[in-house]
């Protein structure tokens, strides 16, 4: 990384922002290229997942350029601004991947799935599965969908939030409200 007391640096860097602060994709490509690795560096700790730290950097610098037009240079580096917003997304990530293993555990037990089936339950699974079908349908459509996109198609939050078009943080909201729903309906009912 660049020494930020480096007057000649700070120039070339302000020069980059405010180009790409009026839509300057070649700006924005140099402060990408300039600080995609100490970024990475800096949220690579917080995720401890490499996938992750590149999903947060990928919306960190989505949000970045479509938010550029807000930056304040005030003489001083990007960098601060992109690295505050990255720390942020991989906080978020975490606290969502975490709710998200839980509410994975959580439908599982709702179906007593993490049992070792025995003939009795392999008896009864198309009944089990009658009535999972059953409460599903006595979901909101956004509710139902999250549950299958999840679940039963195995998507990622990305890719599932992607299909209902919303953020994965919002799919990760919306997944853990369908289960408590879910929940609600599957003990209201005789088993």
């Known amino acids: 990384m660049q020494d930020f007391d480096d007057p000649a640096w700070m120039a070339q860097e302000r020069s980059w922002s405010e180009r790409a602060k009026r839509g300057d994709t070649r700006a924005f490509t140099q402060i990408y290229r300039t600080f995609v690795r100490p970024l990475y560096s800096a949220v690579a700790p917080i995720t401890r997942n490499p996938a992750a730290a590149d999903d947060v950097l990928a919306d960190t610098f989505r ?13 001083r580096s990007i960098y601060f601004w992109l690295r505050k917003m990255a720390v942020n997304n991989a906080f978020m990530l975490s606290r969502k991947y975490k709710s998200g293993e839980k509410a994975f555990d959580g439908f599982g037990k709702l179906l007593d799935a993490s049992d070792v089936p025995d003939l009795d339950r392999m008896i009864d699974w198309p009944k089990m599965q009658a009535r999972v079908k059953t409460v599903l349908s006595q979901l909101s459509e956004r509710h139902r969908r999250a549950i299958e996109l999840r679940f039963f198609e195995e998507l990622s939050s ?4 992607e299909a209902l078009g919303i953020s994965a943080g919002a799919f990760d909201v919306a997944l853990s409200r369908a289960l408590d729903a ?10």
């Open 63 to 75: 949000s970045a350029f479509e938010q550029m037009h807000t930056f304040d240079t005030n003489g």
């Open 182 to 191: 879910f929940a609600q309906i599957w003990n209201g009912g005789d088993r």
């Open 158 to 161: 990305q890719v599932a939030g």
